[in-house]
């Protein structure tokens, strides 16, 4: 089964900025859509970014556009989460995902049911 690898989570002063990076053993980035999930202590998991790596189409939700953004590099076979002015609400296991077809970022109601493939998460804690 093909497993996603999340990395460079951890402790960050609230207002601080973070990147996650995220690999795809075994995948080819341009035939994917790549997600990013997170879930908060007693929180259900929500999807705050989506990224087409063959365009570099990104779409985040309308909540975090103004503080989280997101990249790719098809030449390593990475998607990187940037995210900025971290709050402690934003304390949370963050995921990567990838679906198909690579276009799906594009479709709001599809999206969410398209990611087949995950990771274990990385821990985001914002805290003073």
């Known amino acids: 089964q093909v497993q996603l690898v999340e990395s460079g989570g951890g402790l960050v002063q609230p207002g601080g900025p973070l990147r996650l990076s995220c690999t795809a053993p075994?995948?080819?980035?341009?035939?994917?859509?790549f997600g990013w999930f997170r879930q908060g202590p007693g929180k259900e998991r929500e999807r705050v970014t989506c990224?087409?790596?063959?365009?570099?189409?990104?779409y985040n939700s309308a909540s975090e556009k103004a503080r989280f953004t997101n990249a790719s590099d098809t030449s390593n076979n990475l998607v990187y989460l940037r995210m900025n002015l971290l709050k402690p609400e934003d304390t949370a296991v963050h995921y990567c995902?990838?679906?198909?077809?690579?276009?799906?970022?594009?479709?709001?109601?599809?999206?969410?049911?398209?990611?087949?493939?995950w990771g274990k998460g990385t821990l985001v804690t914002v805290s003073s």
């Open positions: 075994g995948l080819n980035s341009e035939d994917y859509a």
């Open positions: 990224i087409a790596p063959f365009d570099a189409a990104t």
């Open positions: 995902a990838a679906g198909a077809p690579p276009g799906v970022c594009a479709d709001t109601m599809f999206v969410d049911f398209a990611m087949r493939y």
